[in-house]
């Protein structure tokens, strides 16, 4: 029993970033825009540490863009779960090109785990939790294993359960980026029609934010913009994102 334990006090398991960090960035960039507070952590202190992670759904276009302006070669991190969309797939490969990313890294499930625990592929249809934890966190969490920080799109106005997102945070040890935190919807199309960036091709029927094809549905007048999914269940995130408690007095 002794050498396992030696060997494992040799590794480093000291996180990159704390909760604490995370709070300190906050407090750092406040009231700086999005586009000045990417251009300084892409090109300055976390260079060739981070990755931008994007479903290339509704709204992807705007982060997409920012980043690219920034640096085309930071690695963008996109999780295919194989129930995706085909016009989403296609317009993860136009906007790709279109702003030039030199780094696409697509992410699949494992097919061994799919093999043992979604042999059938019907998995969504009575445990989302467990589908999502298998086709998108444990591929995601592959993804984002050589980096200490990364990116992510999220925006406060998308449902109540993400009102209160903060521009940072703390997530297994490393720094997770939300520019967009406090951008609303008027915001982000003004950005679109700004640089004439092209949108994805099932906005225009109602799908307003767009995850996997069974689990998506069209969103109604009036409703949060993430009511179309998964709207026959208990759940608002995929499990990749948890329903936001932070608190910026903490």
């Not at 999005?34 to 251009?39: E, F, H, N, T, V």
């Not at 890294?105 to 939790?129: E, Q």
Request: aromatic share 8%; hydrophobic share 40%.
């Amino acid at each position: 029993m002794g050498e396992p334990a030696r060997i494992l006090d040799m590794i480093d398991v000291t996180p990159a970033f704390t909760r604490a960090d995370a709070q300190a960035m906050q407090t750092r960039f406040e009231g700086v825009s999005a586009q000045d507070m990417l251009r300084e952590l892409l090109a300055g202190e976390l260079r060739g540490r981070i990755a931008a992670v994007s479903s290339f759904g509704a709204e992807s276009a705007v982060l997409l863009h920012m980043v690219a302006q920034v640096d085309v070669d930071v690695p963008v991190v996109f999780t295919n779960t194989q129930k995706m969309f085909g016009e989403t797939l296609a317009y993860r490969d136009e906007l790709a090109e279109t702003l030039g990313f030199t780094d696409l890294r697509v992410f699949r499930p494992d097919p061994r785990l799919l093999a043992i625990k979604d042999k059938t592929g019907l998995r969504w249809s009575y445990d989302p939790d467990g589908c999502c934890d298998l086709r998108k966190v444990e591929p995601l969490r592959r993804a984002l294993a050589p980096f200490d920080s990364w990116i992510s799109g999220r925006k406060g106005f998308q449902s109540g359960t993400r009102t209160a997102l903060p521009r940072f945070e703390e997530d297994e040890g490393r720094l997770k980026i939300n520019p967009l935190a406090d951008w609303d919807k008027a915001k982000l199309d003004a950005y679109f029609a700004e640089h004439e960036l092209p949108r994805h091709p099932l906005e225009a029927q109602g799908y307003l934010s767009i995850g996997c094809a069974p689990c998506t549905t069209k969103v109604a007048p009036g409703e949060d913009p993430r009511a179309g999914r998964w709207r026959s269940f208990d759940k608002v995130e995929c499990g990749i994102h948890a329903p936001t408690d932070y608190d910026p007095m903490i």
